[in-house]
């Protein structure tokens, strides 16, 4: 399940819940009236499960052309510098930009290789409604937590919390909480052992070399 929560996000917020890749229709809540930061989180769904659809027989052929796109919608949702200094903390006071964009780069390629082709699992044929419930401005205009749920057979809806900020007039995602779970504070506790011995440099190549592993059950052995 941890997986499949995970390769949903990937795809959802690319991006990262039980969705399906195929035709989705995102449906807006009742109430209140969404903003900007809730219009990309729904268009953004909606864009990338419906290529998904269109183009999983290709994808299932080449998976480099997968590994692309995904690439590709990574770079482009994600803040993902600012959500590596998140995953970093402590350890990354004074640590140049170069060497952060470096961890951010080794992480990315990380969970990509890990959870990338897991999105071809999914029902091509499937329809889901992604549901945006409402947003919230975090504390010190930090941003915005888009909260969302995904409807489940046989279960209550899983809850998905997108946290974006606006990043040269664009909303990026630095963070999404699944069912109550952080991924930045998953990964934050996953590498903080790995970096009282290691440099970030270091931990970057041993991510790049498989050493060692982005996990969503934060167990990256």
Do not use: C
């Not at 952060?100 to 990315?108: G, M, P, R």
């Not at 969302?148 to 997108?162: A, F, K, L, S, W």
């Not at 504070?185 to 970096?195: E, R």
């Amino acid at each position: 399940m941890k997986t499949n929560l995970l390769s949903v996000v990937l795809a959802a917020a690319l991006a990262s819940s039980p969705f399906v890749a195929g035709a989705v229709h995102a449906q807006a809540a009742a109430t209140p009236a969404q903003g900007s930061a809730s219009q990309m989180v729904q268009d953004s769904s909606s864009r990338i499960l419906s290529t998904l659809s269109t183009r999983h027989a290709e994808f299932q052929k080449s998976p480099a052309a997968l590994n692309a796109y995904v690439n590709s919608e990574f770079n482009t949702l994600f803040d993902r510098e600012y959500a590596a200094r998140l995953v970093l903390g402590l350890h990354g006071r004074g640590a140049s930009d170069a060497d952060v964009s470096d961890f951010a780069d080794a992480l990315t390629q990380n969970l990509i290789k890990r959870y990338g082709t897991a999105l071809l699992d999914f029902n091509p044929n499937s329809q889901i409604k992604v549901k945006v419930k409402g947003e919230t401005a975090l504390p010190g205009g930090r941003g915005v937590r888009v909260s969302t749920e995904i409807p489940r057979n046989g279960g209550d809806p899983v809850p998905v919390d997108y946290f974006v900020r606006n990043n040269g007039g664009q909303w990026k995602v630095f963070d999404v909480m699944v069912e109550g779970i952080s991924y930045v504070q998953t990964f934050k506790n996953q590498f903080d052992a790995p970096l009282q011995h290691e440099t970030i440099p270091q931990v970057a190549a041993d991510l790049r070399a498989g050493k060692l592993q982005a996990s969503s059950d934060n167990n990256g052995k």
